[in-house]
Nanobody, 123 residues
């Protein structure tokens, strides 16, 4: 399964950015979709996931209340709306899929990965 992540860029602290993840050849709604991020010198960090059928969403404490994950079946996309961005949010962001309905936080539970998109929060 191919994933395409887009929407990264440079944003000032306190600003907003929206990332998108799509699967050109599959229906994304049959998968649980998660987002991870990896800053230089740090491990890849799980930040959010949306389940497939019941569309429940889950967030890490580091982004809860600032980021929102949503799925848009009409255009086969999962979006990550990021707000109140901080310099510590700077990282490469990855979307990933679980070949199943439920969400998990661990890296090993995800079956398919996108290529990553850079988000830089700086003044």
């Amino acid at each position: 399964v191919q994933l395409q992540a887009s929407g990264g860029g440079l944003v000032q602290p306190g600003g907003s950015l929206r990332l998108s993840c799509t699967t050109p050849e599959e229906r994304i709604d049959i998968f649980a979709t998660g987002w991870f991020r990896q800053a230089p010198g740090r491990e890849r960090e799980w930040i959010t996931c949306i389940s497939s059928r019941d569309i429940n969403s889950f967030y890490s404490e580091s982004v809860k209340g600032r980021f929102t994950i949503s799925r848009h079946d009409a255009n086969n996309t999962v979006n990550l709306q990021m707000g109140s961005l901080k310099p510590e949010d700077t990282a490469v962001y990855y979307c990933a899929l679980i070949n199943g309905r439920g969400c998990y936080r661990d890296y090993g539970s995800y079956d398919f990965w996108g290529q990553g998109t850079q988000v830089t929060v700086s003044s």
